[in-house]
Each structure stands twice: as structure tokens, then as C-alpha cells.
């Protein structure tokens, strides 16, 4: 048919002729170029002047995919301090966007994202897993799907498990350094583990203290169980051990730790006597006891009589038998036996321990023993003889006479006597002989003085009778005793504790002797009783008996005021007549314990002033503390020994507290602690609690952040960045529920108490911060909206609402630009694609190109629309069949000021460069090999290559036609093989493209195994010598030629590196590494020995050998020593089946690659590198030793007969 236009003239129907291919569905598998090719039929008669012309189209298939997400982590059980890595894999088409990563909602960032278009991978990798990386994660993505989001997410849920471990610890030590008893220790022992431990024991020296097992008596932590105990006593002393067990995934680990406990107090030493006031004669025992931590290690015994020195009686050091251990203690007894004078006197002991590796040394109190064995005191005294109460008096009456008496008689006050006859036997009087003089009797009786009973007048008389006469003579003398004693005061009770309302009686007593003639009670300064016989005062209520007089008071029903001291005073006239006073006095405290007045609840709003309600707190004894704990961890002292401004009273205090203005902190419960010490003197602590609600309404702010910078100007949010939208919502009581609205991903919402199913991260209280991270898009442009609510007094609800509205802008740039082909003929095609993107965007005019040569013009060769959203421009430059001027670089320029620059080369149609011959990278083959030879032509069209082959007689001989391959720009490479002969010297490719011919030489590598001698000719022996001539010269002539005469420089490059030729290698080699043939300058690879006739090649620690015509040895190891076995043996092990599952494999040989030169360093450098061979500049067998690694800078020469075969030339590699 004809199409109408064409070429901007009228369609001719006879010469217009328009072809049309439908094609109805378009898949994939049609994808491809299409050609439309038109030739004339004038080349039938004219075929060298061909015309033809064509177009081509390529035909893509655009597919769309919804985003897909998927999150992992690479291992199943995840144990803390472990290395774990986190994948999220999504793809789709349109190309999703960057994956982003949340943890528990809340924004994190992945550690590196690769991947392609469609495909991106993103890891987050965790080296030392900890607690804190346990979480929700969530990977979320989207693409947009014919303008619409495709989101899509995937979570994984982390959980960080790890085997108990326990710690047991003490309590810190006080300043001193160690504990002593009554010190309060607190043991801690924590198993920390995820799963928690569900065991947990605490033994002290193997008795078990604790247990637990799932149930109660521990403190739970996220990943730990506490459980605390406290001592004091030395009984605590001991090695503690705390055992705990948890379960991972089914397998029940435990740990335990020790602790030693060590409690030390100072020696304290008693001293007790069985009898203070022994008689004469009486066993008297001596008590030490020590006590101590560590337990006391001395004790020694002293005694000191008047004046004389001190005498250390018993050392528990040196007397085994002295003391007995116990419990922390020693207890130590020294026995006098007969108690004589000279144990009258004072004792005292002394212990020693060690307390922290510090000696103690403590004495003991003093005790005395007094002889309480009869006293025989003269007494001359007569008339009144004051004695006082409790003393000891004895009255001596001395009788003598002219003969001795024979009686003697003491008339007591009671009117008794007291007889002693010299004949008697039931004498009641003591007497006898003073220093064994019969004359002279001393008669004694002890007067009872403990009792006032003793008291009055007692006559002695004796009797005897004159020498010369019979008749009796008798006298007598009389005393008087008057027993005396210093006035003694008791009050009873001497100190008490009374409960509040109960009742007491309290005992004023006094006795003396002579009688008290005073007794006083006073309390508070008032007289309670007033008894004086020498004024005649006589109180109501006082009692006399004997030489005691008392007074009793009861109060019934005690109150605070009762509690005081009550005095009591009593006087009489005592030894030698003086007034002798005493006094006691009663404590009496009236106890009962501490209370709290109620304390009303307070609603304040914020900022105003915030009083606590006026409270009371009574107790006896009076209270010493008052504390009011806050809500936001902080307390205050309100009553103390320092503190007394707010409260007053002494047993009932009154307290006023004001807290001044108000804040969000002072809001929550508080609670009111009041201590006093009450019955025996305990200290007791009463509660009262009560609450502060402050009262504020919901007020609402909103922030936009780009990272953490604050944004000010919202019509231009920047594009492509992490917009952070912040939403804060102020309240008191405690806002409830956010709403925070944007223009493009709609509503999220926060619910306090329905935390669940929110979709908005916020933290804090009063002040709830709620933040929403987006990457800034083109549809982002709008109103966001932050919405607060809180409730107030009486339930009411508060809403609060703030909004802003936002523009994305992005810079104008040119993000790419690309072009189908660059490097083109002159009969060929190609554009130039630029993009460019911006928010606003410019206009399609905005756009123009420029060639670096100012004389072309472009204008019309280019087009520009928009791309797949408003704000993208695609300007696409068309080179149809350019002219070689359009060679170089093209600009695309964006509103004049942007730009970016593609290179295009154009050639002409018909071409050829010089031949290129790769792939003979050696500097010797071996005869026989076959040699592979590339040589790459580059050039247009129909370009041929031929392989001439030049020998020493300068024959040249064509390699048969090699595989031709085309490759990319216009080049066509050919690869040769070869079977190499002695004699052959270069290698030359003639090259061709249409009526063009090109040439490139190289010389042919050394050629080894070539040296046969030729045979000598039977004849004369002159015939002889000429044959041997020409043979030597022919040798030299081709030793010339070849480069073996005389010393040959190898070829070695500084600072190249080159590899093995892979071109040596036959199909059945089998080798594997990381390059064909040797992977390395010393190392073989591995041959396999599926192929028949090759021996397994194992890597061997650089030490094949090579034995003529056997091949190579096995480089299995033998024994482990890293010798390699030869081939010879290796046949002849097969031949009787010891090895390969007993199967005969046939040796043949195997033909080792040439080795390269590996990277040269300079000379200078040689010394220093320790992986490289030395810059061989000495011969051609110049490669240092392998044992001289670092090598020397002065290689060592190595030829074939050296060390048998541990040396190779340098053409005979490996070497060993």
C-alpha cells in the first residue's frame, strides 16, 4: 500500500511501496530487532554497484511487578555476644525504592544494600548480639504501579538467648575496711539468662539456705532473677555458693559462684570468781572467758596484792591445760586450791585475736578477793563505839591474873551471855592463850552488824582467883555500839516504759542508820511528798520500819505529761553524828506508737502553688522523723533533729507543707512517713498516702526534622530526603490518643491504653512526642495535621489541633545520560538518551544539545518529552548514518547552566588495523606441543586472517584456517593450532578486510627437546672429523638463530604480572584451580584420575619430579613427610594394585605448562619482597632458589645437572 507521505512529498504508487507486519500480542519471546532491508534489482545486470539500504527496530517487553519483601536473619538461635545478620531481599518492576528498616517501630538503618534495578538486598549485620538488639524488625518497601503505591513489609521477630550466668556478690565494705558483727551484709546473687533461670539454690558451707524453682522469692529483670539475704553474726561466717539453672531451645545449662563471708569482732574479756569472800582456807575458783572474731588465740592471768608488783599467773600459750576452745571463744579457769592471806589482792585478765590481720590486746575488768576468815581486833574502846552497818567488829576482851582465869563472861543487849570456862567443854565464848601465855586470854566475839540487831551495850567479866587466896576476883568493862550507816535512797521503778493510759506506782525509800530524818519526792519542780522530823513536817502516806522509811504514789491513768523524772532525796545523821544525804530518781516515759492524721487527695493546676493539706503526727516517745516520698523518685525531710520548721509540737506535731509551683513531675502518689522509738525503744513507722493530680489542657505542636535539623521554610522541604514529622501533644492528666494525618500516607494514630494496634510510635508522659520518618517524594505536597486529646476535671475531654502545610522541591540535575552504541560506522545508527529531573520542573524547551565542534548544529536532530512522572524530561538525540565530523564528544544542557557529556567514535564504513597475535604469553615450548594462536583483526567488512609459520631455512608454512569468532567493536578474532617443530623461528597473521591487507610478526618462543645429535658417518677418519665440523657448525648456526648462543637475556618485565598459556592444556587434562595448568609460579593444580593415563597431581608442597619419559609423579604425599613419589614407582605400584581401587592406570606423559614471569620487582626492591622471584639479568637458567625466599638480590644460577632433578632450567619448569 501505499502510506501517503513520505519524506514530506506526495506517496508515488508506482514507486512508494509501504510494508506492515501486525503483530497481535507482544510477549517476551518476540523481543529482538527488526529489519526492514530494501535492494534494487539493478544489481542483477550491475552486481558490483549493490544498492540497498535498510532500518532496523528493537522491540522490548515492559512487564510491571508488584514490591516483595522478605526479612530473615541467617540463624535460627541467636546467643548473646554472637554474630548474626539480618536480610531483607525486595524486587518488583517499577523498580521498588530502598528498603528501610524498623525496629519495634521505632526508624533503624541497615548496615549495606547491594543488588541490582528490581533487586536490592539489604543486611544489617549484629557483631556482638546483646539484649537491646532483641526486637520486632520490619522491612518495608513500595513501587508505584501505574501511579499507584505498591507498599509491602515482612517482619522477623529477634529474640538475643543466652546460657545463666550467676553472679554472687557482698555488699560493699564499710570505710574500716571489714565487716564486724552487728554490721548489716547483704548477700546478692544474680543469674542473668534468656530464658530466665527457673532454678535457683544458696548454701552456706553445704547447708542449704534458699531455694527456688519457678515459683516465689525472687526479683524478676528482663533477663535476670535477684534474690537477696542479710546477716550480722558471727554465725553467719562462712563460704556461701549460689547455684542457677535455664532452659535454651530444650538444653538446661547452669552456673555457680562462691563467696566467702568473713564477720570479725574485737576480743572482749570477762573475769568471774566463784566465791569474792572466801574463809580461810576455802577453794576458790578463777574464770576468763575471751570471745572474738577471729577467735581469740591468747589469754593471760594476772594477780597484784597491795602494793606489791603484778604477777602473771597463767599464759594459755605455754599452758595447754589452761584454756578450752568453743565457738569463737576461749574459756579459761585457774583454781586456788586453799585461799590463804597472801590471795588477798586484785585479778584481772587479758585476751588477744586478730581482727583483719590486725592484733587486738583487751584487759578485763578488776575483780578483788577479801579473806572473810575471823578478825581478831583488841577492842579498849569503852562507852559509845560507832560501827558501821556491815562491817566487821570483833570485841576482844583480855583477861589475865595472878592465876589464869578459868572464866570469862560477855553479857550481850538482849541480856544473853557468852561463857568460857577453862574447864568446859560447852564453852559459848571464845578464848585462848595470846602467843601460848595462859595468863593472858584473849576472848572474841564478832558482833552481827549486817542487821541493826547488833546495836547496844555488852559488859566483859572475868574471873579468877589469887594465888594466896581462895576466894574469886572478878571486873568487868562495859561498851556501847552504835550501829551506823550512810542514808541509802531507792527509786522504784529505777526506769520503765508505760504505755499511754495505763497505771504506775512509784516507791520513794530511804534507810540508814542512824534513822532518816528526811525524805523528799519531787517531779517537775513541785514537792510530791516533803517528810522532816526536825521541823515536824509529816506527810500523809509515809511509812516507818525500823531504819527504813518510805512513800508510795500511784497514778492511775498516765498520760503524755506523766513522762519525766521523778527525784527522791533522804537524809540522816550517820558516823560520828554527820547528816549524810542520798538521792535516786525514776524515769518514766510514757510510750505509744507513732500515727498519722488522713491527708485529703489534692487537684492543682499547673503552675499554681501546691499545698499538702495540714496533718498531725503524734507518738511517745516523740516522733524524730518525718519524710514525704514524691512521685519522681525524690523525698523530702519535713521533721528531723535538724529540720523543725515544719512541724511544731513535741508528742503531737503539727505540719505545713507547701511545694511551690507545680509541675507535670509532681504529679502521682505521695506518701508520708513519720518514725518515733516506742516500747523498748523500737523504732516504728507509721504510712499515709495520698495523690496530686495536676491539671493541664491538651495543647499540640508539630516539627518537621530533616535528620536531626530543624526545617523552617515548608514550600521547600527538600526531595529524596528522611523527613522526620514530629507531632508533640502536652497534657496533664496524661494525653490519651494522637492522631497525626499526612498527605500522602493518610492517618496514624496513637492509643495509650491500646498500644497494640497503634501504628504511631510516641514516648513520654505528659508530653507525648510522636514521630513518622518518610523519604520525601514528589506527591508528599500537602496539609499534615496533629491532633491531641487529654482528659481534665470531671472526665472532660480536651482536644488540641495543629497543621502545616508542605511543598517538596528538588533541584533541577541531569541523572544520566547513555546512548545505544558508542562506536558506530559511518552507514550505522545510534542515540543519545539524556534525563532530566526536577521539582518544578522546566520546560522541554529548556533542553538543547551541543557537539564540541561549534559548526554542527544539532537543532532538529533531537527530541524531548516527559518522563513517567510530571517532573522528569527525556531528551533523546538521534545520529542517523553520520558523516566521521559528528566523531566526539556530545553535550546535553539543561536551562543553559547544566550539563553532561557522551562520547561517540564514528569510523568510516570501510576500514582494517594492523593484526594483533595474543595468547603466546612463554618464553619456551617443548617440541611436539600443540601451540594455540590467536590473532584478533579489527576491521570492515568481510575480514579474513592467515598464519604463516616461519622455520630456520625461512620457509614459511600456513597453519591450517583457524575458528573465527566475531567480537564487539568490528573486531573478528581467529584462533590457530599448532604442533611445534624444532626449527621453527616466528609467527606472522596477514589480515584483510575488502581490497586491504595488513601484516604482524612475532618470534617464536625457545623450543625445548631438541637437541638430538645427528649420526656419524661410517668412513676415514679425516671423512669423519669433517662430518663432526659441519654438524657443530650447523648447531651453532641454529643455536644462533634460535638466541642459545652465547648468554641470552630472559624476558622480564618490572612490575608486570603474566599467567600461565591455557593453550598447552588437552581436553583430557582435567585440571582444576584457580588458572589452567599451574595455578602459581611453584604450585601444580590438581589432575584428575576419572581421565585414564593420568596420574592424581595433589598439591605437594613445590616438589614435583621429572623422570624422562614415565610423565610426572604422583604428588600424593608419602607418610605425611612431603616427599613427592616417582613416577616410576607410582607404575610400578599400580602394575601390582596397590593403589586406585587396584585398576591399572597406564602413565603417559604429561607435558607441564611453560611458566610466566610473575611480577618483577626493581633490583633495589629484591631483597625485600618475600613472594617473588629475583629480576633474572645474570643467564637464562638465572632464577634464584625456592629455600631463599626473601630472595637474594643476586640470583644463583641453576643448570640441569645440579642436585640430579631438584633443579630445573628455567625452560624445563617446575623446578623443585
Not at 416 to 422: E, N, V
Not at 727 to 746: D, Q, Y
Not at 946 to 960: D, F, G, M, R, Y
Amino acid at each position: 500500500s501505499c502510506p501517503g507521505i513520505v519524506n514530506n512529498r506526495t506517496c508515488n504508487k508506482n514507486s512508494d511501496i509501504e510494508y506492515v507486519i501486525e503483530i497481535s500480542y507482544f510477549t517476551s519471546s518476540l523481543e529482538g530487532s527488526y529489519t526492514c532491508k530494501m535492494e534494487s534489482e539493478f544489481w542483477k545486470t550491475n552486481p558490483d554497484n549493490l544498492i540497498s539500504t535498510s532500518d532496523t527496530k528493537h522491540l522490548t517487553t515492559k512487564y510491571v511487578m508488584p514490591s516483595k519483601t522478605e526479612l530473615e536473619a541467617d540463624r535460627n538461635l541467636i546467643w548473646k555476644g554472637s554474630t548474626f545478620t539480618l536480610t531483607c531481599t525486595v524486587e518488583g518492576y517499577p523498580p521498588p525504592q530502598r528498603p528501610t528498616l524498623w525496629k519495634n517501630q521505632a526508624s533503624d538503618t541497615f548496615t549495606s544494600c547491594d543488588g541490582g534495578t528490581n533487586k536490592k538486598v539489604c543486611t544489617k549485620k549484629f557483631t556482638n548480639a546483646g539484649y537491646d538488639d532483641a526486637a520486632v524488625y520490619e522491612c518495608k518497601t513500595k513501587n508505584k504501579i501505574s501511579g499507584t503505591d505498591s507498599p509491602s513489609s515482612d517482619t522477623a521477630n529477634i529474640v538475643i538467648s543466652s546460657r545463666v550466668s550467676v553472679s554472687l556478690t557482698l555488699s560493699s565494705l564499710p570505710s574500716r575496711g571489714y565487716f564486724i558483727t552487728g554490721d548489716s551484709v547483704t548477700l546478692t546473687c544474680i543469674a542473668d539468662g534468656v530464658p530466665l533461670a527457673h532454678y535457683m539454690k544458696i548454701s552456706r558451707d553445704g547447708q542449704l539456705l534458699f531455694e527456688y524453682n519457678t515459683g516465689a522469692g525472687v526479683n524478676k529483670g528482663k533477663h535476670d532473677i535477684t534474690y537477696k539475704m542479710n546477716t550480722d553474726k558471727l554465725t553467719d561466717i562462712g563460704k556461701y555458693k549460689c547455684e542457677a539453672k535455664n532452659q535454651v531451645k530444650g538444653n538446661v545449662y547452669n552456673d555457680d559462684k562462691e563467696q566467702n563471708l568473713k564477720i570479725y569482732e574485737d576480743v572482749e574479756v570477762t573475769i568471774q570468781v566463784d566465791k569474792q569472800y572466801p574463809k580461810k582456807e576455802d577453794s576458790v575458783k578463777i574464770t576468763c572467758v575471751a570471745t572474738g572474731s577471729d577467735t581469740p588465740s591468747n589469754v593471760k592471768l594476772y594477780h597484784k596484792l597491795g602494793s606489791n608488783n603484778e604477777v602473771l599467773l597463767k599464759d594459755s600459750s605455754g599452758d595447754t591445760s589452761f584454756c578450752k576452745p568453743g565457738d569463737y571463744k576461749l574459756t579459761c579457769i585457774h583454781t586456788i586450791s586453799s585461799i590463804g592471806y597472801s590471795n588477798n589482792g586484785e585479778y584481772w585478765c587479758f585476751g588477744k585475736n586478730a581482727v583483719n590481720g590486725v592484733e587486738k590486746t583487751i584487759k578485763s575488768t578488776t575483780t578483788a578477793v577479801e579473806i572473810s576468815s575471823i578478825v581478831l581486833v583488841q577492842l579498849t574502846d569503852t562507852g559509845d563505839k560507832e560501827v558501821e552497818l556491815g562491817s566487821k567488829y570483833t570485841i576482844t576482851c583480855t583477861v589475865d591474873g595472878g592465876k589464869a582465869p578459868y572464866k570469862v563472861e560477855l553479857l550481850k543487849p538482849d541480856e544473853s551471855k557468852l561463857t568460857w570456862q577453862k574447864s568446859g567443854t560447852s564453852n559459848t565464848l571464845s578464848c585462848t592463850p595470846d602467843n601460848n601465855i595462859d595468863n593472858i586470854l584473849k576472848c572474841r566475839h564478832e558482833i552481827d552488824t549486817t542487821l541493826y540487831k547488833g546495836e547496844g551495850a555488852y559488859k566483859c567479866t572475868g574471873y579468877n582467883q589469887l594465888p594466896n587466896s581462895s576466894n574469886d576476883k572478878s571486873d568487868n568493862k562495859d561498851v556501847n555500839i552504835i550501829v551506823t550507816k550512810d542514808v541509802t535512797v531507792t527509786m522504784s521503778p529505777s526506769s520503765t516504759e508505760v504505755d499511754r493510759n495505763s497505771a504506775v506506782t512509784l516507791t520513794c525509800e530511804a534507810e540508814g542508820g542512824r534513822v532518816p530524818h528526811v525524805l523528799q519526792l519531787v517531779f517537775n519542780g513541785k514537792n510530791l511528798v516533803n517528810y522532816n522530823t526536825d521541823n515536824g513536817t509529816n506527810t500523809e502516806g509515809v511509812t516507818i520500819s525500823g531504819h527504813t522509811i518510805t512513800y508510795k504514789k500511784t497514778i492511775s491513768k498516765v498520760s503524755f505529761d506523766d513522762s519525766g523524772t521523778y527525784y527522791c532525796t533522804g537524809k540522816n545523821k550517820a558516823k560520828q553524828n554527820a547528816e549524810k544525804t542520798d538521792k535516786d530518781n525514776s524515769e518514766i516515759t510514757v510510750v505509744s506508737d507513732v500515727t498519722i492524721s488522713s491527708v485529703d487527695n489534692v487537684d492543682v493546676d499547673l503552675g499554681d502553688v501546691l499545698q499538702i493539706p495540714k496533718f498531725t503526727v503524734e507518738g511517745g516517745r516523740a516522733p524524730h522523723e518525718v519524710i514525704l516520698a514524691k512521685p519522681y523518685g525524690k523525698t523530702d525531710v519535713i521533721y528531723s533533729n535538724s529540720v523543725t520548721s515544719k512541724c511544731t509540737g513535741t508528742f503531737t506535731k503539727s505540719c505545713d507543707i507547701s511545694l511551690g509551683a507545680s509541675t507535670y513531675q509532681q504529679d502521682g502518689n505521695y506518701k508520708i512517713t513519720a518514725k518515733n522509738r516506742a516500747k523498748q525503744n523500737k523504732e516504728v513507722t507509721a504510712e499515709e498516702t495520698f495523690s496530686v493530680t495536676v491539671y493541664k489542657d491538651v495543647e499540640a505542636k508539630m516539627n518537621l526534622k530533616n535528620g536531626g535539623e530543624l526545617i523552617t521554610d515548608y514550600d521547600k522541604v527538600p526531595y529524596g530526603v528522611s523527613l522526620t514529622v514530629e507531632c508533640k501533644v502536652e497534657g496533664g492528666k496524661m494525653p490519651h490518643e494522637v492522631e497525626l494525618t499526612t498527605s500522602s500516607t493518610g492517618k496514624f494514630f496513637y492509643k495509650r491504653n491500646d498500644q497494640a494496634s497503634s501504628n504511631l510510635t510516641c514516648t513520654g508522659e505528659h508530653v507525648l512526642t510522636c514521630s513518622l520518618t518518610m523519604t520525601t517524594g514528589y506527591h508528599d505536597d500537602g496539609i499534615y495535621d496533629c491532633k491531641g486529646y487529654n482528659k481534665v476535671r470531671n472526665s472532660e475531654h480536651k482536644e488540641s489541633y495543629k497543621s502545616v502545610d508542605i511543598t517538596v522541591y528538588r533541584d533541577l540535575i541531569i541523572s544520566s545520560i547513555s546512548t545505544g552504541s558508542s562506536s558506530i560506522l559511518t552507514n550505522e545508527s545510534t542515540a543519545i538518551t539524556c534525563v532530566v529531573v526536577g521539582k518544578p520542573i522546566i520546560e522541554v524547551e529548556g533542553i538543547t544539545w551541543d557537539h564540541e565542534n561549534s559548526a554542527i548544529d544539532l537543532e532538529g536532530n533531537f527530541t524531548t518529552i516527559k518522563g513517567s512522572d510530571d517532573y522528569t524530561l527525556i531528551s533523546t538525540l538521534t545520529l542517523n548514518s553520520p558523516s566521521v565530523d559528528y566523531n566526539g564528544n556530545f553535550t546535553c544542557l539543561a536551562n543553559g547552566t547544566l550539563e553532561k557529556t557522551q562520547s561517540i567514535a564514528i569510523a568510516e564504513k570501510y576500514f582494517l588495523e594492523i593484526p594483533v597475535i595474543t595468547s603466546l604469553d612463554m618464553t619456551s615450548v617443548e617440541k611436539d606441543s600443540e601451540l594455540v594462536i590467536t590473532c584478533s583483526v579489527r576491521g570492515f567488512s568481510n575480514v579474513k586472517a592467515q598464519l604463516l609459520i616461519t622455520n630456520a631455512e625461512e620457509e614459511k608454512l600456513p597453519v591450517s584456517e583457524g575458528i573465527k569468532s566475531v567480537k564487539a567493536d568490528h573486531v573478528t578474532e581467529f584462533v590457530f593450532k599448532y604442533n611445534v617443530r624444532c626449527g621453527d623461528v616466528s609467527i606472522t597473521c596477514i589480515g584483510s578486510a575488502v581490497t586491504q591487507t595488513k601484516t604482524s610478526s612475532i618470534s617464536f618462543p625457545e623450543i625445548t627437546s631438541c637437541s638430538e645429535m645427528l649420526p656419524i658417518v661410517a668412513g676415514s677418519t679425516g671423512g669423519g672429523f669433517v662430518i663432526i665440523i659441519i654438524i657443530i657448525v650447523v648447531v651453532l648456526v641454529i643455536l644462533k638463530k634460535r638466541g642459545r648462543f652465547g648468554k641470552r637475556k630472559p624476558e622480564l618485565v618490572e612490575g608486570t604480572v603474566q599467567y600461565p598459556n591455557p593453550s598447552f592444556l588437552k581436553s583430557s587434562d582435567n585440571l582444576a584451580s584457580p588458572q589452567p595448568g599451574y595455578s602459581h609460579l611453584h604450585r601444580p593444580c590438581t589432575v584428575g584420575q576419572e581421565e585414564e593415563g593420568y596420574a592424581s597431581l595433589n598439591i605437594l608442597d613445590n616438589k614435583p619430579n621429572k623422570l624422562d619419559d614415565d610423565g610426572y609423579a604422583t604428588m600424593d604425599t608419602k607418610s605425611n613427610n612431603k616427599q613427592p613419589i616417582s613416577a616410576k614407582e607410582l607404575y610400578s605400584r599400580l602394575e601390582q594394585g596397590n593403589d586406585l581401587n587396584k585398576k591399572k592406570v597406564v602413565m603417559k606423559r604429561y607435558k607441564p605448562i611453560a611458566p610466566k614471569i610473575r611480577t618483577v620487582p626493581p633490583k633495589s626492591q629484591a631483597a625485600a619482597s618475600n613472594n617473588h622471584p629475583v629480576n633474572a639479568t645474570e643467564d637464562d637458567d638465572a632464577y634464584a632458589r625456592l629455600g631463599d625466599y626473601p630472595p637474594k638480590s643476586v640470583p644463583v644460577s641453576v643448570n640441569k645437572a645440579d642436585d640430579g632433578d631438584a633443579y630445573a632450567k628455567l625452560g624445563d619448569y617446575p623446578p623443585k
